[in-house]
């Protein structure tokens, strides 16, 4: 099995990422949002599943042992849109989250060409 430190590649030049998070910075795949879907509408729970799934087969392919302090995200939009669709985003909007940018970033190692772990500013 690959490790995800076989996978890094850390880089310092500055740039801005983007990342899905509701308004506490937190990302969609927790289980608290799951059970806050499921309690709210059946279809868009299973939405939620379908792309949880879909999204978590990549993930699974890799150990992922993202060092504390740190989280995913995407060095464009349409890296992001590789991993969530049109539909994925607008599910996720009806429940508060949004893609957020964070600029001049430089603490951040690229997971192969997929997308990237960055340690987000306080």
Avoid: C
């Avoid at 302090?69 to 985003?89: A, C, I, R």
């Avoid at 599910?91 to 997929?114: G, H, P």
């Amino acid at each position: 099995m690959i490790r995800l430190i076989d996978l890094l590649i850390e880089s310092k030049t500055p740039i801005t990422i983007y990342r899905v998070e509701d308004n506490s910075g937190l990302g969609p795949f927790r289980q608290e949002v799951a059970n806050k879907i499921k309690s709210s509408s059946k279809e868009d729970y299973t939405l939620y599943k379908k792309m949880y799934n879909r999204i978590s087969k990549v993930h699974k392919a890799v150990i992922v042992n993202v060092p504390k302090g740190y989280v995913f995200g995407y060095e464009s939009k349409k890296q992001l849109m590789k991993w969530f669709t049109t539909e994925d985003l607008q599910l996720l909007k009806k429940y508060n989250f949004a893609i957020q940018s964070y600029n001049n970033v430089v603490n951040y190692y690229f997971i192969m060409d997929r997308e990237l772990i960055f340690k987000k500013p306080k």
